[in-house]
């Protein structure tokens, strides 16, 4: 009897002290400071876009891909037309500009999801656009009235 006794001493102390062990060696991110993480955080805030989607003009896509059978050359290429004057803002993945954009579009063509980004590639880099000026995006040109 005694030695039951010894035996579930030793694995209490056992589980005390590996319980007390695990504690010591973990530090909570909060007490860490803040050193400019790069990577992307699922509940991080983006920017408000620039470009205000919602006025553009989608007739170059809404009148080039049409189902049902979508043709990727005509979708893409038409895409590319709307979207290259935009791609610095779109690929500025610390806005909204991506999903903004692609909400309209969607909005107005009622394509179904993901046809662009699954039919329309270029390659690992995306899709390859000509060198354009720069955009002003309508509520710059708003506040430069």
């Known amino acids: 009897m005694e030695r039951i006794w010894f035996f579930s001493y030793l694995a ?3 589980l005390l002290v590996a319980s007390t062990a695990s504690l010591s060696t973990s530090i909570s991110d909060g007490v860490l400071p803040s050193l400019g993480s790069t990577s992307r955080n699922l509940l991080q805030m983006k920017k408000a876009c620039p470009i205000n989607f919602e006025f553009q003009n989608y007739t170059i896509i809404t009148s080039q891909c049409k189902g049902p059978q979508y043709p990727a050359d005509c979708c893409c290429a038409a895409f590319k037309k709307f ?3 935009f791609a610095k803002q ?3 993945l610390t806005t909204d500009c991506a999903s903004t ?3 309209y579009i969607n909005l107005y063509g009622k394509y179904p999801p993901g046809l662009f980004a699954n039919e329309c590639r270029e390659g690992k880099g995306g899709l390859k656009c000509p060198a354009s000026p ?11 009235n």
């Open 134 to 144: 720069p955009v002003v995006s309508a509520t710059a040109n708003t506040n430069a």
């Open 83 to 85: 979207a290259c004057p």
């Open 101 to 103: 954009m692609f909400s």
């Open 12 to 14: 209490i102390l056992f």
């Open 90 to 92: 779109i690929n500025d």
